[in-house]
């Protein structure tokens, strides 16, 4: 019998993560320790990692079309409390409207490579000027079901940065504490099925009395990558 088709979650009628059950937390794994998430602590991590340690991760594909080559940056704040510059996708976009999203987006061809696509993607929606950047280095790519080659541009950002959003591509700039998402207890598991399909995924809510925001799909399992390769190098 052939396997049914992938679906993209997006796909599913009326599908919102806010209403999907939570089937539990990574409570049981460690935090990266406050002390790894210094700027000396990341330099040394991502000046040395292991061979074979910066693996691909794909989901399945719901067409056969190649998949494009996109980057995103992320950037982490580097305050007295290191945080993640984070943005919400205005509502009107034609994929993924309304989610919490890293500033990026898909190769052009006059990008000189990967980490060209994040920084250019990230002046465009933020305008992050390249000269508050400073790349440590890449995360294994991240081949999204809805056909994207994603190369994750990990920097850290100067505190002094200038940020200005595009109001054509994103509603809300915002920071997330760095320590609050390399807490697995943060690490919500969710499943659905539609049409003989399940689909697994991340999500990590962050809370405050100013805004709620749920970061999920493909944004939460970067920021998961990212806490598997720190605590890798602990």
Known sequence: MAQPPF???A???DFSPHDVEVL????????????????????????????????????????DAPPKPASVLLGLV????PSVLLTLRTAHLSSHSGQ???????????????????LREAQEEVGLHPDFVSVLGCLPVYVTGTGYRVTPVVALLSPAMQLAA????????????????????NHRRHAVQWRGVTREWFSMPYDTEQRQRLI?????????HLYQFLSAGD
Do not use: K
């Not at 595009?166 to 207890?185: G, S, T």
């Open 7 to 9: 679906v993209s979650l």
């Open 11 to 13: 796909q599913i009628p």
């Open 24 to 63: 539990g937390t990574d409570g049981h794994l460690p935090a990266v320790p406050l002390h790894a998430l210094s700027e000396e602590s990341l330099r040394h991590r991502f000046a040395r990692p292991a061979p074979g340690e910066l693996a691909a991760f794909h989901e399945p594909l719901w067409n």
């Open 78 to 81: 580097m305050r007295a409390q």
């Open 100 to 118: 919490v999203a890293l500033p990026g987006g898909r190769q052009d061809a006059q990008d000189a490579d990967e980490i060209a696509t994040a």
């Open 166 to 185: 595009n109001p054509q591509e994103v509603a809300d700039v915002f920071e997330v504490p760095l320590a609050h998402l390399m807490d697995p207890a």
């Open 216 to 224: 999920w799909g493909a944004t939460a399992g970067i920021l998961r």
